[in-house]
């Protein structure tokens, strides 16, 4: 069975710091790997969508990493900023039909 | 503006009452999913629907139901079989069938027990 660990569940630093979100999965089987960011009460914005195939993909200040091999999945944010604060979630699709598999996420707290 | 809507926002049921939550999707995507969040949770997958007419249960389905009668339509109805729904509620939607698809969710209902 697929199970998603981040670490750490949460997360403070100081504005203007470089920082890295960990992620990792039991089974490398996976079809993609994808990140969100998800605000308090709020859905669901993805960040970034990695395909099995892919070792990373870039999006402004944010990096993601893949190396399926290992199970393991970094999100890498350059120059944090308070609106980074977010709960950051990773998710692995199950199967062909896209089903994902979510970890409980690292809430991020960034101070200015 | 294209996007997904969830509605109501907040949602409250009585003891043996099933109760609907609404997902509309104007982005012309073929595949929509319904998962569910508890506090400090992961996100859990409920039933998903590639295609009109056609639904497939999802992890934890007991106590759920849906219909996906149009495209850009997938309510999920919280029966009173499911014992424990105070939860937060996420549509989703993706393009296409398939694992290649970023999925993109709504902003939830969040459903209360009175």
């Known amino acids: 069975k697929q199970e998603v660990t981040q670490i750490p569940a949460a997360l403070s630093v100081p504005e203007g710091e470089n920082l890295v979100l960990n992620c990792s999965f039991t089974?490398?089987?996976?079809?993609?790997l994808q990140w969100f960011r998800q605000d308090p009460g709020k859905g669901l914005t993805s960040l970034l969508l990695i395909q099995s195939s892919q070792r990373e993909q870039t999006s402004g200040r944010l990096n993601a990493s893949l190396d399926k091999s290992s199970g393991r999945s970094t999100l890498y944010i350059a120059a944090s900023q308070p609106g980074d604060s977010a709960t950051y979630l990773c998710?692995?699709?199950?199967?062909?039909?896209?089903?994902?598999?979510f970890g409980k996420g690292t809430k991020l707290s960034v101070k200015p | 503006d294209g996007g997904i809507t969830q509605s109501p926002k907040y949602l409250f049921r009585k003891e043996g009452q099933n109760v609907t939550l609404s997902c509309e999707q104007n982005?012309?995507?073929?595949?929509m999913y319904w998962y569910r969040q508890d506090p400090g949770q992961g996100l859990r997958l409920i039933y998903y629907?590639?295609?009109?007419?056609?639904?497939q249960k999802g992890d934890i389905a007991e106590g759920y139901s849906v219909s996906r009668e149009k495209k850009e339509s997938f309510p999920l109805t919280v029966t009173s079989a499911q014992k424990n729904p105070t939860a937060f509620y996420l549509c989703?939607?993706?393009?296409?069938?398939?694992?290649?698809?970023?999925?993109?969710f709504g902003p939830g209902t969040r459903l209360l027990v009175l």
């Open positions: 989703a939607s993706s393009h296409g069938q398939g694992a290649i698809e970023t999925q993109y």
């Open positions: 089974d490398s089987a996976i079809y993609n």
């Open positions: 982005l012309n995507h073929d595949a």
């Open positions: 629907s590639q295609i009109v007419n056609d639904f």
């Open positions: 998710a692995v699709t199950k199967g062909s039909q896209g089903n994902l598999i």
